[in-house]
């Protein structure tokens, strides 16, 4: 079993659409909890960063984290053609080296 | 003006030969890796280096040889290219300091196909 698993998709949706991404991790250790997002031929970019347990909501996006279950999500609201994507979550503990799921492809069609 | 740069962005080279790809970043951070992004978009860390000091060597064959000239620059070597060593090659950096996000910043990607 991988430390972070993250369906690769693709998902595809329809603009306007509420999105859920999932990531499930095994390592107990993790604390720190990042949602990536990757362009097509482009590097990684930070999206949303969330510490321990909770929400953390920036504009269309909500990042949440359940340490009970070992579990984050990243929902999208009013997805946009622009949203479309691959979007990777990252966590690490107290090493500044994340470890990263292998990310979600999104697709959203006008 | 593009904060971590790599050269070249597309490499295309036969099997045993030898290349490098060279990374600079323009944020005055400390810390510098080498990541490799596989063809399922699975993204492995490689080497990180910390003011020109290698801090993390994962297992990546010996013919991988990073060098930091100083701390805005990561540069990487590859001898004897195998197959197996097509991918997207990403250079990243990070801020210092206790309290950070860790946040990554990661450069465009260096595509190397070998064939």
């Known amino acids: 079993q991988k430390e972070v698993e993250q369906d690769p998709g693709p998902l595809s949706v329809p603009e306007g659409a509420i999105v859920s991404l999932n990531c499930t991790y095994s390592?107990?250790?993790?604390?720190?909890f990042m949602w990536y997002r990757q362009y097509s031929r482009k590097g990684p970019e930070l999206l949303m960063y969330?510490?321990?347990?909770g929400n953390k909501e920036d504009g269309r996006f909500t990042a949440q984290v359940d340490k009970s279950s070992k579990y984050i999500s990243l929902f999208i609201r009013d997805s946009q053609p622009s949203d479309s994507a691959t979007y990777l979550c990252a966590m690490r503990g107290g090493s500044y080296i994340p470890t990263f799921g292998r990310g979600t492809s999104l697709i959203v069609h006008p | 003006d593009t904060a971590v740069s790599q050269t070249p962005k597309y490499l295309v080279t036969q099997m045993g030969n030898d290349k490098s790809i060279k990374c600079e970043q323009n944020?005055?951070?400390?810390?510098m890796y080498w990541y490799k992004q596989d063809s399922k978009k699975f993204l492995k860390i490689m080497f990180s280096?910390?003011?020109?000091?290698?801090?993390i060597n994962e297992t990546v064959p010996n013919r991988f040889s990073p060098k930091s000239p100083d701390k805005a620059h990561l540069n990487l070597h590859i001898n004897s290219l195998e197959l197996g060593d097509s991918a997207v090659y990403f250079c990243?950096?990070?801020?210092?300091?206790?309290?950070?996000?860790?946040?990554?910043?990661f450069g465009e990607g260096s595509r190397l196909t070998v064939l």
């Open positions: 280096y910390n003011n020109k000091e290698l801090i």
């Open positions: 390592n107990s250790a993790f604390q720190y």
């Open positions: 990243a950096s990070s801020p210092p300091g206790q309290g950070n996000t860790g946040e990554l910043f």
């Open positions: 944020l005055g951070h400390d810390t």
């Open positions: 969330t510490y321990s347990s």
